[in-house]
């Protein structure tokens, strides 16, 4: 499996990600709303003078025994100029164990297995569209990681919406 390197600079992304879903009034100026469908949010974010798209949302369920947990979302983004598109990662909320990896099941059929950096999961490039592809499908999307501290954490998405999310960053990012 070919290990991506080209999510792990979407870094500063994904925290612009937290804060825009965060609303706050520094990031509101830079990251732009596309829309709201369902249960998915479609966004546009100038970095560089590059646009980049994504879609994000927040699990509907978080399970675990952990004490402390920042925020949670699932990602998906295109990056045109860097000729990237569905980038699949979650952010966890917690540091990942050191060289764990994450399982990802769409409606319990589709299952695929995610490489961690820090607080971040990534799809393996090869696995990017074929869980994109499962996610249009699906219903539900069930994440489970283990944390530094060795809690493990079960986080389920609805997938209502995402279709017209994706086909929305699409449009925006061809």
Same mark, same amino acid.
């Given at each position: 499996?070919?290990?991506?390197?080209?999510?792990l600079?979407?870094?500063?992304?994904?925290?612009?990600?937290?804060?825009?879903?965060?609303?706050?009034?520094?990031?509101?100026?830079?990251?732009?709303?596309?829309?709201?469908?369902?249960?998915?949010? @479609?966004?546009?974010?100038?970095?560089?003078?590059?646009?980049?798209?994504?879609? @994000?949302?927040?699990?509907?369920?978080?399970?675990?025994?952990?004490?402390?947990?920042?925020?949670?979302? @699932?990602?998906?983004?295109?990056?045109?100029?860097?000729?990237?598109?569905?980038?699949?990662?979650?952010?966890?909320?917690?540091?990942?164990?050191d060289?764990?990896?994450?399982?990802?099941?769409?409606?319990?059929?589709?299952?695929?297995?995610?490489?961690?950096?820090?607080?971040?999961?990534?799809?393996?490039d090869?696995?990017?569209?074929?869980?994109?592809?499962?996610?249009? @499908?699906?219903?539900?999307?069930?994440?489970?990681?283990?944390?530094?501290?060795?809690?493990?954490?079960?986080?389920?998405?609805?997938?209502?919406?995402?279709?017209?999310?994706?086909?929305?960053?699409?449009?925006?990012?061809?």
């Open positions: 499996m070919k290990v991506s390197t080209r999510g600079p979407a870094l500063a992304l994904l925290a612009g990600v937290a804060l825009a879903m965060l609303h706050t009034p520094a990031v509101a100026q830079e990251v732009k709303t596309i829309g709201k469908f369902r249960d998915w949010t @479609a966004y546009t974010h100038d970095e560089g003078g590059n646009t980049v798209c994504y879609v @994000a949302t927040r699990p509907e369920k978080e399970e675990g025994n952990y004490t402390r947990r920042d925020e949670v979302f @699932a990602i998906v983004s295109h990056r045109p100029a860097e000729g990237a598109r569905n980038v699949v990662s979650f952010i966890a909320g917690y540091p990942y164990k060289g764990s990896e994450v399982s990802v099941s769409i409606d319990g059929r589709n299952s695929f297995t995610l490489f961690t950096h820090g607080d971040a999961a990534w799809a393996y090869e696995d990017d569209t074929k869980l994109v592809t499962a996610m249009k @499908a699906g219903g539900r999307m069930v994440v489970k990681g283990t944390s530094s501290r060795g809690t493990v954490t079960t986080d389920t998405y609805s997938l209502m919406g995402f279709t017209n999310a994706h086909e929305a960053i699409s449009n925006a990012c061809p």
